[in-house]
């Protein structure tokens, strides 16, 4: 599995957008990019995945770059809940297992 | 609720012990999973399991066994652990067969090792 590379941490204020960055330059074309939170001591939690286009659903928004090499994780209006770890993974689509680095710890503020 | 459920949740025990988490999951799916996670370190991989047989051992030390008896249980039995297993011990579980197919996470069981 591809390599991916987050910033360790990031603030946000709260009923702003949380923007989530992730390069992923070695992705492979069958690899596709996976979103995962943790909050403190609780199982991680899915979120979004895609493998070239853009994809929203209830919880967020994934931007993936047109070369695949990078993506953004959007929370469009953060709240207190959504401080965790976020965690990008990238995977082949058959693959198995998951591949957890050590993320971005949001900390959303009032 | 993600439909992985992992019992007990909170579990303490002494290095003599013998003590087994459960996992279930009410999804249909057919692969499942055992990760470990311990303070300040990511989520490491231990067992994957797919339709009830075992294709994955992340060099996981004897005294942890796991046990899958069907494809919606998880068993991980313990026994003679050290305190450097203490741990949150995660199950998971997806579908497999299609391009995508994500893993949905039980709540895990914490443990301290005495």
């Known amino acids: 599995d591809a390599k991916t590379t987050q910033p360790p941490s990031m603030d946000c204020a709260e009923g702003r957008a949380a923007n989530l960055p992730c390069n992923h330059s070695?992705?492979?074309?069958?690899?596709?990019v996976y979103w995962y939170r943790q909050i403190h001591s609780q199982g991680p939690q899915y979120i979004i995945h895609?493998?070239?286009n853009n994809e929203t659903n209830e919880m967020a928004s994934l931007i993936i770059t047109e070369d695949r090499k990078s993506s953004t994780l959007i929370l469009p209006h953060a709240t207190l809940r959504d401080t965790a770890v976020y965690y990008c993974i990238v995977r082949a689509g058959t693959a198995s297992k998951l591949t957890f680095g050590t993320g971005t710890r949001l900390q959303v503020t009032l | 609720e993600t439909g992985v459920t992992q019992t007990p949740r909170h579990l303490v025990m002494g290095m003599t012990n013998k003590k087994s988490l459960k996992c279930e999951q009410h999804l249909g799916h057919n692969a499942m999973y055992w990760y470990k996670q311990s303070a300040k370190k990511p989520l490491e991989l231990m067992f994957v399991y797919n339709f009830k047989e075992q294709t994955e051992n992340n060099s996981v030390p004897s005294r942890f066994s796991p046990e899958c008896p069907n494809s919606s249980h998880l068993f991980l039995h313990l026994h003679t652990l050290q305190p450097e297993d203490s741990a949150l011990y995660l199950c998971?579980?997806?579908?497999?067969?299609?391009?995508?197919?994500?893993?949905?996470f039980g709540p895990g069981t914490r443990l301290l090792v005495l």
């Open positions: 070695t992705i492979s074309g069958n690899e596709y």
């Open positions: 998971a579980s997806r579908r497999t067969g299609g391009e995508g197919e994500t893993q949905y």
């Open positions: 895609g493998l070239k």
